[in-house]
Each structure stands twice: as C-alpha cells, then as structure tokens.
C-alpha cells in the first residue's frame, strides 16, 4: 500500500505530466498550422537548363500541355520537332520564309511569310491509346482563312489573338510604321480590314488584348500607345517613364506589361472613369470640390460614383478609361527582347538581350526569378500551359527550364496592403477568391476579414458588456434573494444554447422582423436606455419614507413601465414620423441621401445574436467576482453610512474589477472565435464598413465556408491556415494582455 506522502507525489507526478503533454499538443497543433502556411512566403525555384542544339533558325518555341513534346517554328515556315526527329514536321507558309511570327496566351500562332500571307491558327496535341501504349499527335488548327496582305510592303512584325467565339484581331506592321489591322468574323467567315494607320518613326512590337478590342504599340522610338480596335481611336497612357521595348497583355486583358529598354518592368491596368452630370438646381459635391448645376466632370472613384448614382437628378455614364502604371517590378538588367505570357494566372517571363530570363507576377508586382540562360539575346520564350516550366532560344540553342512556383499570387504587400486590381480605380483591401472565368484574378487580402471579425464583436460587446455587467452588479449586490434564484440560473442557462440554434433564429426569424421594423428597432433601442436612467432618477424623488415601506426590488417595477411606455411610443410613432421625415421608406432615405445600403443580415443582427451568446460568459465570471468581495467589507461600508448604491460602486466594482476585466477578455476571446452565428447571420460580404447596416466576414466564417473547397496545397487552402494562425495569435494576444491587466488591477486594490 502507498503512503498518503507516495500518493500525493504520484498525484503531483500525472498532473504535471498531463499539463505538460497539453502543452505540448497545443504547440504541435500550431506549429502544424504554421508549417502549413509557410509555404506561401517561398520564392519560385527552378530545376536544371536543358540544352539542345539545331534552334539556329527558330522564330518561335513551346511545349505541348504534358511538357514532353517541344515545338519550333522555323524561318522556312515549318513546326519541327527537336527531341522526337522522328516526326513529321508541319508545312504552314510552303516555299515562303518567315518574316515575323507572335505566339499568344491562348496557344493561338501568327504567321507572316514573305509574300504577304498571314496565317493564324494552333497547334492541336491529342493522345492516342494502342496497345496500351500512348502515343501524342499533333495538327495545325487554322483560326481563320489566310489574308493576303500583299507582298509589296516590308513587313517587320505581326500579332493576332482570338476569341473563344471564333473571332480573331490581328495586326501586322512595316518598315515604314504603317499599321494593317484586320478582324476575322467567325459568323461570315471572312476577314475585315480596318483603315491603316502611320506610327511616326515605326513599330517595334505590339500585342492585342485577349477582348479584341485594345491594341498596344511600342514605337521605335519607345513611346507606348494604346488603341481600340478595329477604331484605332488612341487612349491615354499615364506613368509610362522610361522608352519601351516590348508590351504584352495579360490573361484576361485589363493587364498591360511594359518592357523598357534600360531593363525596367512597368504594370499598367485598364482604369476605369465614370462621367457624373449634375442635372439638379443645386451644386453636388463630389469629393473636396462642388459640382454646379447642369455640369459634368469624370471621376476615378467607383465607390463615389456609385454612392452619387443612387442620388436623383444625376446622370451617371461611362467614360474613356486610362491605362495608367500601378506597379514597377525589379527590372531585368538589359533591354527585353520578347515577354511571354502565362496561360492560367498573371505571371510572365521577359527575355533580354543580355540571355537572362526572369519570371514575374503581375498582381504583386514580384520578380520570382532572375537567372542567366544563355550569352546570346533570348529570341523566343514561352510559359508552359500550367505555368511549370519554360522553352527559350537563344544563340540557336532551344534552352528547357522546369520552374516551381506555387503561389505566387501572395507576398505580405498583396495580404495586409492595398492592391490595385484590375477594374478598379484605386488600390483597396479586397477578399474574393473564386471567379466565372479563367481569367478571374484572386484577390486574397486579409484585412477585410481582420476587419469583419473585430467589426463582429464591437457590435456584440456593446450589447453584451453593459448588460452583463449591470447585471452581475446587482444581481449579486443589489438584487433581492428570490430575484438572485431566478436571474442568475437563466442567464447562466442561455450559456448552453447551441450556436447554431442562435444563428439560424438571427437569420431566419430576428432579421426579416428588424428589416420591416428597422425605424422603430433604432428608436426604441436609442431611447430604452435614457428611460431607465430617467426612470431611477424618479425612484431617487419619491421620498425616503415610502422607498422604505415598498420591498426590495420595487424598483424593478419603475423601470419596466418606463421601459414598456418607451417601446410602445416608438411602436405607435415610428409610421407617421417615417412618412412625414424620411418619405414614407425610412430605407431608402438611407441610401439616396447618405449613400448608406441595408442588407438584411447585417452588424445589428450580428451583434443581438453574438451578444446574446456571450453574455452568460461575461455574466457568470463577473458576478462570480463581485460575490467574492468580502461581506465584512460590505458590512463595514453600510455601517458608515453608504447607501447600497455607493457600496457596490465605490467599493465592491473596484474590488472585483479584476474579475470583471477577465469576464470582459473572456467574452471577447470567445466572440472572435465564434462561427456559426456569424456565418449565418453576417452576410459573408467582406467588406471594409463600419456602418451598422451592412454585414462583414470573420476570419472564423471564411474558414469554416472556403476550407472545404480549396484543393489541398493550393494557394487559398494555406491563406486559410495562415488565417487560422491570426486567429489564434489575436486570442492569444487576448488572454496575455487579460492576464497582464488583472495583474495590475489585483495589486492596485490589494487593500480591498
């Protein structure tokens, strides 16, 4: 048998043992967490340089999607193949040499022989089972009949994109800086050309836009401008310093890549401009400057041209946009000689003439990589389709380099700083990670989602702590006993609904009742408050002597008929003030005059819902706290003099506000943790608002909805974790400063 000395040992033994090991499992789980999102910090990594001789010709390169099939496209007009001599070549120009050949984004290739002919189409790559074994074959797609562009003209250069509807733009240039635009109607079949244009002092490459309607010209003398198609009509170009090499699109086409010849890298977007016209008697503001009546201005701002929009008597309209730089990225070292662009995502490669290859990403404006290739000028380069290798030429050499690059649509700018995307007119916090197009650009910053969960629980402890805390105050000091075996199990009882009962009530029975009712709802919940302190302040004038003959709690009754008779007069007013102030549509006055929209499930519904869930927490702890103070104290303090009132402020809150801090940390700790509620409740609208109208998404919220459909490994599948880790270094943080405050607060009234 063990002695009680042994037992206690082996008690003191397993408890520090188990206190340890939870420690540990704590610590593994967030560094498992950790680990899975650090990947999203490392930079891209490529495998060795393949070379491979007999490319002394070559104009053009690719691969096939598989990356095992590699492709030239040769000046006498063939598609060879290097790694596999075996297989027939492809004849797209006959006797005729090449003059110029572009290969674009979507695989399309354009090709302007000698006489004149322009030939664009694809290669098309399928795999054939025989025998169990595969075998790939390979024909040309035309995308369109072959135009004649004449044989009489020194033709330098050529680009052509098309459209997944059969539509193609193409554009080819001169020695001369003569400009021959030309659209393939898929529905007719037959090319329409447009009228020529002159560029002073020539052209030296350009690259048309994967909507057909935008085409870029990098002039010799390295001036950028941008066109409509088929129009020709110039845009305007901001922020574009440097004498241009070369330009390319981007996926998708509102992303313009700008190569100059002193090796800097230039992003320009597409802004858009909205076209405001005042049609009132009265002058609009728009912005720090007023707008008299019957004028018009164009504005940059989105947010404000839709909040002025909703304003009658203003005419809104599109107006020209403006391609404008919004990012520089490290430059290449020597002047570009081709870009290529990727297939899925906004990276591309820049080839220069120093032989150097680099890989960038748009959206953050990185360089990925940097590295030397060859001593000869890069003459061709293309991304392979997913983006996971590359195929060059240079000093008649056909260069192979597998690359890793996984995620590099994320860097710290692109979570916690404003980025400009592509249609939009500023740089902003934006949360949007799913498309309806390949072309879709993610958008991955985290404040919105840092912004929505402390929006989230502002509005839940401003409900919540007062209540709480009154209640804990005078349920444990004021309250009589039978009041105290009613109150206290309740309100520790509203601790055991579910979550998910509270935020499916919020969001099908609260929130449609606070829509119809909303005046009403604001009125009464502005006004309750004031009622109850006038309400006490009347129970002070009734005199000593009848305060004294009614029983304790009495009060009670005071307040509840002030705060019935305040509710029932927002109840019964709230229609005649509506029509007569506001129209009749209390709503929609938001919205037209202070550009403020109502969603249904919005920051109020949120906080009721939130509130309600934690204010049993805060309750429980801080009444706890206040009972704690020592009777003798409270005796002590009435035998002085001090009124019920005077005692439990001036003396047991003081006392017991280290127990009331740490019910205040406790309830904030558990609102940024919850889910549920506001994932039923908030709207999941990601937005940067205060306004008690709108909803918001929590960091909680995003995971719990976006984990289940992120690919493992993917970009948004480690963003997610690095979400989580935030969450827990925010509660972490939390607890910490609960700790270090109530430490504080119990050595400030020790005396007590």
Known sequence: MLSEKQKDRAATVVIRVGGILVILVVVAIV??????????????????????????EAVLAGSDPRRELVWVLTRSGRIEFPADPARDAIDLTGAAPVVAADLEIDGRIAVLDGSGRLSVGSLRFRDEWADGQRTTSVRWRPSAEPLELGSDRRWQGVTATGSDEGAVAAVAWDADGQLASAAWDGDRERWELSPPLAVEGGVSAAAIAQDLGTLAVAGAGGRLRVLTLPALEELEVEGVGAPIARARFLIGGGTLVAAGRDGSVAILLEVPRVAITNRSTQPLAIGDR??????????????????????????????TPVWRVVRTAAGTGSAATVIGPGHRRRDFVIGSADGSV??????????????????????????????????????????????????????LRTLFLPVHYEGHASGKWVWQTTGGSDAFEPKMSLWPLIFGTLKATLYALLLSVPLALAAAVYVSQLAPARLQTVIKPTLELMAAVPSVVVGFLAALWLAPRLEAALLASLVGAAALPLAVVAALALWRIVPAGLRRRIPIGGELVVVAISAVGVVTAAVLLTDPVESVLFGGDFQRFLFTEWGVRYDQRNSLVVGIALGFAVMPVIFTIAEDACSA??????????????????????????????????????????????????????????????????????????IAVEIPEAPVGSTLFRVLFLTGILLFAFTLLVTTAADVVGSYLRKRYARF
């Open 290 to 319: 007023a707008l008299a009546p019957g004028a018009s201005a164009t504005v940059w701002d989105d947010e404000l041209s839709q909040r002025l929009g909703a304003r009658p008597n203003v005419e809104l309209a599109t107006a």
């Open 358 to 411: 680099a890989l960038y990403y748009s959206t953050s404006g990185r360089r990925l990589l940097a590295e030397r290739w060859s001593d000869a000028p890069v003459a061709a380069l293309a991304l392979d389709l997913k983006g996971d290798g590359a195929v060059a030429v240079a000093g008649g050499e056909l260069l192979r380099r597998s690359i890793a690059n996984p995620h590099p649509e994320v860097s």
């Open 31 to 56: 560094v498992n967490i950790g680990l899975e999102a650090l990947p999203l910090f490392e930079g891209a990594s490529s495998g060795p340089l393949d070379r491979q001789g007999g490319a002394q």
């Open 629 to 702: 103070v020592p009777q003798s104290l409270i005796s002590a303090s009435r035998a002085l003099g001090a009124t019920r009132w005077q005692t439990a402020v001036r003396l047991v809150v003081p006392a017991a506000s280290p127990g009331l801090f740490a019910a205040v940390m406790l309830g904030l700790g558990r609102a940024v943790g919850e889910t549920m509620i506001v994932l039923m409740a908030a709207g999941n609208t990601p937005l940067l608002d205060l306004s008690a109208f709108n909803g918001m998404r929590t960091m909680s919220a995003a």
